[in-house]
C-alpha cells in the first residue's frame, strides 16, 4: 500500500483570517502552533499581508461608529439610570483610541508571523498580462459584477502558483472566498475547512508516540456522555442569551422566553487541532434540536399613550422556533503521559461564536 502523501505547505487567504476575527481565532493560533514546531509551513503573500492590516482598520472602524451608536441610545433612553451610582459607568463608556489599536493590531499581527515562522512570498515578480487575460475572460477569481475587487486575490494566487511551481510542491490555499473554488492548479489547492488537515499533521507527528494518541482517543471515548452532557447546558445557556439579546423578532418585542425543549447532543466525529506536552484540543461534530417557545408582545394594532409611555391594547403572542443542527464544540484535554490520568471539558462552540439562531426563520414564525 503506497504512502500517503501529507501536506504540509499551508497557504493563508485574507477571507480566512478575517473569518477568524482575525487574532482572536483560536484556528489561526493552532496553524502558528504548526509553524513553531517547523511540523508544517505557513505562507501569506505580501498581498494578504496588507490586506489584513487594512481589513482590520475597517472592521474596527465600522465597530466604532456601532459604539457610538450604542451609546446615543443608552443617553437618550434610559437617562434614569443615572440615578443609582452603581449604573453611571454606562454612560462613561470609553472611547476608542483607533490609531492606537490599529497600531496594536500590527505589532501582534508581526509577532503571530514572527512565531509560526511564516513565510511572505513576494507578489512585485507577477507580470500583468496573464491577469489581465484571466480578467478579460471571466476567468476564475473573476466572475460577473464588479470584477475589479478581484485583482488582489488574482496575483496572490498565481504568486503562490508560481511559488510551488518552482519547488514542485503541493500547498493547501485556505479561503472562504468560493471565487478560488474553479481555479485550476496543479500545484495549489483551495480549501475551505483546516481543521482535518491539521489532525492529519498532528496525527503523522504523533505516530511516533502513539500512546498520545491512544490517551487523546481514550479521553473521547470515555468522556464522550459527560461532554455531550456539557454541550447540552452550554447550548442551552446560549439559546438563552440568543434570545434575550435579541430583544424583539419582527418588530415584537420578547417578553419571555417560556420554554427550551432541547434534545440530547450527540457526539459523532472529532478532529485533533492541538497537541501539547500535557494537553490537546480536539474538535468534536455535534448534533442536536430544539425548539423554542418566546412570548412577544405585538404592538401593530395597539394606541400607544405619550404622555404615559405605554400602549394600550397590546396582544401577547407566542412564537415557536424550532431547528436541527450540527455545529462544532471545542474540547479541552488535559492528560500526563504514564498515568492513567485525563480531564476533559467542552471550551465553546464554533470557537466562540456559537450559531444562528433566527436568521434562517425570518419568515417562519408561527
Known amino acids: 500500500m503506497p504512502k500517503k502523501i501529507i501536506i504540509r505547505n499551508i497557504a493563508l487567504d485574507t477571507s480566512f483570517i478575517e473569518a477568524q476575527n482575525f487574532l482572536a481565532g483560536r484556528i489561526l493560533y493552532d496553524l502558528a502552533d504548526l509553524g513553531r514546531k517547523r511540523v508544517a509551513s505557513i505562507y501569506l503573500t505580501d498581498i494578504v499581508y496588507r490586506e489584513a492590516l487594512a481589513r482590520f482598520g475597517k472592521r474596527v472602524t465600522e465597530e466604532d461608529n456601532k459604539i457610538k451608536s450604542v451609546k446615543k441610545t443608552i443617553h437618550s433612553s434610559v437617562r434614569v439610570l443615572k440615578n443609582f451610582e452603581d449604573y453611571k459607568c454606562y454612560f462613561t463608556l470609553p ?191 455535534g448534533n442536536f434540536a430544539y425548539e423554542l417557545t418566546i412570548a412577544v408582545e405585538d404592538n401593530s394594532e395597539a394606541i400607544y399613550d405619550k404622555e404615559d409611555g405605554i400602549y394600550y391594547g397590546t396582544e401577547h403572542r407566542s412564537i415557536v422556533i424550532k431547528d436541527n443542527k450540527d455545529e462544532k464544540f471545542s474540547v479541552v484535554l488535559d492528560f500526563e503521559l504514564g498515568e492513567d490520568y485525563i480531564e476533559s471539558e467542552v471550551n465553546d462552540i464554533n470557537d466562540g461564536n456559537g450559531f444562528e439562531v433566527f436568521k434562517r426563520h425570518d419568515d417562519y414564525y408561527h
Not at 100 to 106: G, P, R, S
Not at 122 to 141: A, C, E, L, M, Q
Not at 190 to 205: C, H, Q, Y
Open 95 to 285: 472611547e476608542l483610541n483607533l490609531p492606537a489599536l490599529i497600531e496594536d493590531f500590527k505589532l501582534k499581527f508581526d509577532k503571530w508571523i514572527e512565531k509560526a515562522n511564516i513565510k511572505i512570498i513576494s507578489t512585485n515578480t507577477i507580470t500583468i498580462g496573464g491577469v489581465f487575460d484571466d480578467y478579460f475572460k471571466s476567468n476564475p477569481p473573476f466572475g460577473a459584477g464588479e470584477k475589479k475587487h478581484e485583482f488582489p486575490d488574482a496575483f496572490s494566487f498565481v504568486a503562490l502558483e508560481n511559488y510551488f511551481k518552482i519547488r514542485d510542491e503541493k500547498c493547501l490555499f485556505v479561503s472562504h472566498d468560493k471565487d478560488f473554488d474553479e481555479m485550476k492548479s496543479k500545484h495549489i489547492i483551495p480549501t475551505r475547512e483546516i481543521t482535518e488537515k491539521i489532525d492529519i499533521i498532528l496525527r503523522a507527528e504523533e505516530e511516533k508516540k502513539s500512546e498520545t494518541l491512544k490517551l487523546i482517543d481514550k479521553g473521547y471515548i470515555e468522556h464522550r456522555k459527560k461532554l455531550e452532557k456539557q454541550a447540552h447546558k452550554m447550548i442551552t445557556s446560549f439559546l438563552e442569551d440568543s434570545v434575550y439579546n435579541q430583544e424583539e423578532i419582527q418588530g415584537m418585542e420578547i417578553d419571555v422566553l417560556d420554554k427550551i425543549d432541547l434534545s440530547d447532543v450527540e457526539f459523532t466525529d472529532y478532529k485533533i487541532i492541538f497537541i501539547g506536552q500535557n494537553s490537546a484540543r480536539i474538535e468534536c461534530q
